[in-house]
Each structure stands twice: as structure tokens, then as C-alpha cells.
T-cell receptor
Framework: EADIYQTPRYLVIGTGKKITLECSQT?????MYWYQQDPGMELHLIHY???????EKGDLSSESTVSRIRTEHFPLTLESARPSHTSQYLC?????????????FGQGTRLTVV | GNSVTQMEGPVTLSEEAFLTINCTYT??????LFWYVQYPGEGLQLLLK?????DKGSNKGFEATYRKETTSFHLEKGSVQVSDSAVYFC??????????FGGGTRLMVKP
């Protein structure tokens, strides 16, 4: 069992609201990731972090921001939600140099902006 | 570049049928390869992996063999069950130690 948790699981929110999606892991992993999954299932890396105080943009441009103040915590924030942000957001973590181990994923947050 | 290509779905099978989901990758060197599964409403779970050429990953009756000569990592299962209905993602590690995913293949198994 992977010890990585996302909250909330489901969120319906109005346009213009600020939201934060939470992601926590108890495995002590340095690397953490946020993926956005569109309805066609494809996964797009939007943010990642190598460790505390490290944040990087992923392959897909996103209006969201992330922070990494603690190893175990990697929240994602949307300052002003829009319907185009409606998607599934998946958080993941891995150990550095753990190419052979892959990554562990949370259960995801399904966000709907109305 | 570093990319993963997998067959488009949906794949619809009857229970106990044989499953193959094709996956090919582009690579420099010998990246670790993975299959992840996503059940409805859930995140991704690692299904199996292979870290070097000719390795066979296996789990829950699924198998995939790392074929360097054809740069492939096809997923197979001899007899699928309704509970195998899910989306399957092939993935590889790239030079930056990041996972690169294929587009996903939805499998639907009918009783």
C-alpha cells in the first residue's frame, strides 16, 4: 500500500474561487509530482519538486501554483478557478534515483468548476 | 525523444479471453519500463515493472517482457476477468528520472 493521500477526493466549486488541493506522503520521498488527467485519460505533468523549496513546471503549462515547504506536503493552488480547470488531478511521489521503482500515486482529486 | 506509444482503446473482451495491449517506446539507453492500472474513480497503481532487457514483469496474472530489439513492453493476460476492467498505462523513466506515460488504453471485460 502506498502512503500518499489527496484531499478532497471530489470538489465542486464556483468560478473565481481560490482552491488548494492537498497532497501528503509519509514515505519520506523527496520527489513529488502533480499530473492533470483530461477526460480522454491522458496524463500531463504540470508540476514537480525535487525536495523542500524546489518546484518546477512540468510539460503542460498550468495556471496553478505549488509549494514545497515540508518534505511530506505538496499542495497545489488555483488562485481563481475557471471551468477550464475542471479535471482530475493526481499527485505522486518517488525516491530519488529510484528509476526502477516508479512512482506512487494518490487517489486523485476530481475538480469541477461551475 | 523519450516517448511511449500504446494501442488506442477501448479494448472490449469477453471474460476469460486473452488480452494483449501493445506498448512501444523510444529510448536512448535502457530505461525502466512500467505498466500502471487505474480503476474507475481511483489513482494509478503500479501493476508491474521491468528494469532491464529480457526482464519479465508479472503481477495478478498480467505479464510484460522488456524487448530491447523491438523496443516493446506489451501487456498480456491469459484469461481476463470483469474485475480487470480499467485503464492501463505504459510508462518509462526518462533521462531526468521522470515518468513518461503513454496515452492509456481502456479495457472493458464483459461477463
Amino acid at each position: 500500500e502506498a502512503d500518499i493521500y489527496q484531499t478532497p477526493r471530489y470538489l465542486v466549486i464556483g468560478t473565481g474561487k481560490k482552491i488548494t488541493l492537498e497532497c501528503s506522503q509519509t514515505m519520506g520521498h523527496d520527489k513529488m509530482y502533480w499530473y492533470q488527467q483530461d477526460p480522454g485519460m491522458e496524463l500531463h505533468l504540470i508540476h514537480y519538486s525535487y525536495g523542500v523549496n524546489s518546484t518546477e513546471k512540468g510539460d503542460l503549462s498550468s495556471e496553478s501554483t505549488v509549494s514545497r515547504i515540508r518534505t511530506e506536503h505538496f499542495p497545489l493552488t488555483l488562485e481563481s478557478a475557471r471551468p477550464s480547470h475542471t479535471s482530475q488531478y493526481l499527485c505522486a511521489s518517488s525516491r530519488p534515483g529510484a528509476g526502477g521503482m516508479g512512482a506512487f500515486f494518490g487517489q486523485g482529486t476530481r475538480l469541477t468548476v461551475v | 525523444g523519450n516517448s511511449v506509444t500504446q494501442m488506442e482503446g477501448p479494448v472490449t473482451l469477453s471474460e476469460e479471453a486473452f488480452l494483449t495491449i501493445n506498448c512501444t517506446y523510444t529510448a536512448t539507453g535502457y530505461p525502466s519500463l512500467f505498466w500502471y492500472v487505474q480503476y474507475p474513480g481511483e489513482g494509478l497503481q503500479l501493476l508491474l515493472k521491468a528494469t532491464k532487457a529480457d526482464d519479465k514483469g508479472s503481477n495478478k496474472g498480467f505479464e510484460a517482457t522488456y524487448r530491447k530489439e523491438t523496443t516493446s513492453f506489451h501487456l498480456e493476460k491469459g484469461s481476463v476477468q470483469v474485475s480487470d476492467s480499467a485503464v492501463y498505462f505504459c510508462a518509462r523513466i526518462n533521462a531526468g528520472n521522470m515518468l513518461t506515460f503513454g496515452g492509456g488504453t481502456r479495457l472493458m471485460v464483459k461477463p
